[in-house]
Structures are given as C-alpha cells and as structure tokens.
C-alpha cells in the first residue's frame, strides 16, 4: 500500500514501472551498441591506417603528400633514402618551401648559396601546379624521375624513383652505337 502511494505521489502508474524498466533496457542496451561500434570504427580506422603505411613503405619509390596548403601530410621510409636531409628534420606539417630550402643545401643538387633561394622559388612554382613528370639530375650522377599527381582535397602526392641504372644503360648504348658508326 505505502509502495503504491508513493507511485501516485511521483506520478508514475505501477502498470508503467515494467514498461520502464523495459525501456531502460533498451535504451542501455542500444548504447552499449553505439559504444562497441564506436570502438570498431577506432579501430577499423587504425587498421585500415596501418594497412595503408604498410602499402606506402612497401613502395620502392620515395612517396610524400602534400594538402591543399602545401603542408606534408606524410612520407615514407624510401623517400628519406633519397633524399638524406630530410632525416630527422621532416616532420607533418612542415610547409613545402621549408622542404626546398632543405633542398637547396643538399650538396648532390649542387646550387651555390646564391642559386638556393631563386631555386627554391622557381620550384614552388612548379611543384604541385600540374600533374606530370620531372627528371632531377644530381651534380653526383644520379636520377631521380618525379612524379605529381594532384588528390581530390587539393594536396598532391609526389613520387620519386630513382632512373639511374636506366640512364647509365642508356648512356653505355649511345656509346656503343656511337663507336659502332664510327668504325
């Protein structure tokens, strides 16, 4: 009796008390649901990160991704053993003429202090405006083919392979044709 007063007095009929707790049930059930599928996403977004950074570093070309504001988004492994100075001084965010000014110094580009900032402003105007590909030679006879592809937020993604086993055999085979005309 005294139970059922004090249902009356908070206004919450007894026949409604199963029906709320049901609901509560539910509704706890339903958040714990919402909570598993949160976590899953979590960590479905890592996995699904993880696979892609495996893909990246599987490349066997340097791989780096600029956003729509020139900030680096990310690199991988190869891409710091093409380009040493970057080692220990990339890092997320880092704006694209910091990179070239890193560049600029490295001796196998072989500019003089004077060419670094007019080197580094000629390539801002190229780097990232057009998709296509560029050959680097380095002063120590290396190649370096790069390519630019734009992504669909405005950033672009650069690749770099290195060419100069091919452009060696390519210059041993003009010799050869070369020596062979003049025989």
Same mark, same amino acid.
């Given at each position: 009796?005294?139970?059922?007063?004090? +249902?009356?007095?908070?206004?919450?009929?007894?026949?409604?008390?199963?029906?709320?707790?049901?609901?509560?049930?539910?509704?706890?059930?339903?958040?714990?649901?919402?909570?598993?599928?949160?976590?899953? @996403?979590? =960590?479905?977004? $890592?996995?699904?990160?993880?696979?892609? $950074?495996?893909?990246?570093? !599987?490349?066997?070309? *340097?791989?780096?991704?600029?956003?729509?504001?020139?900030?680096?988004?990310?690199?991988? !492994?190869?891409?710091?053993?093409? =380009?040493?100075?970057?080692?220990?001084?990339?890092?997320? *965010?880092?704006? +694209?003429?910091?990179?070239?000014? +890193?560049?600029?110094?490295?001796?196998?580009?072989?500019?003089?202090? &004077?060419?670094?900032?007019?080197?580094?402003?000629?390539?801002?105007?190229?780097?990232?405006?057009?998709?296509?590909?560029?050959?680097? &030679?380095?002063?120590?006879?290396?190649?370096?083919?790069? %390519?630019? %592809?734009?992504?669909?937020?405005? @950033?672009?993604?650069?690749? =770099?392979?290195?060419?100069? &086993?091919?452009?060696?055999?390519?210059?041993?085979?003009? $010799?050869?044709?070369?020596?062979?005309?003049?025989?």
């Amino acid at each position: 009796r005294r139970h059922t007063r004090l +249902l009356t007095v908070t206004g919450v009929q007894t026949c409604a008390l199963p029906i709320l707790a049901l609901l509560m049930t539910i509704y706890m059930l339903i958040l714990a649901r919402v909570a598993r599928n949160l976590a899953d @996403g979590v =960590f479905g977004a $890592r996995r699904i990160e993880a696979r892609l $950074r495996d893909s990246v570093e !599987s490349l066997s070309d *340097g791989f780096i991704v600029y956003d729509h504001d020139g900030q680096v988004l990310t690199w991988n !492994s190869r891409m710091l053993e093409m =380009f040493p100075y970057l080692q220990g001084k990339i890092a997320a *965010g880092m704006r +694209l003429a910091d990179v070239l000014a +890193l560049a600029a110094e490295w001796p196998p580009h072989g500019l003089r202090p &004077e060419q670094r900032v007019d080197w580094v402003a000629r390539q801002l105007t190229l780097i990232g405006k057009s998709d296509g590909l560029v050959v680097i &030679e380095l002063s120590d006879g290396r190649f370096y083919e790069a %390519r630019e %592809r734009r992504t669909r937020e405005g @950033g672009w993604v650069s690749v =770099f392979r290195d060419i100069s &086993e091919q452009r060696q055999a390519e210059a041993a085979m003009r $010799r050869a044709r070369q020596v062979a005309e003049e025989a």
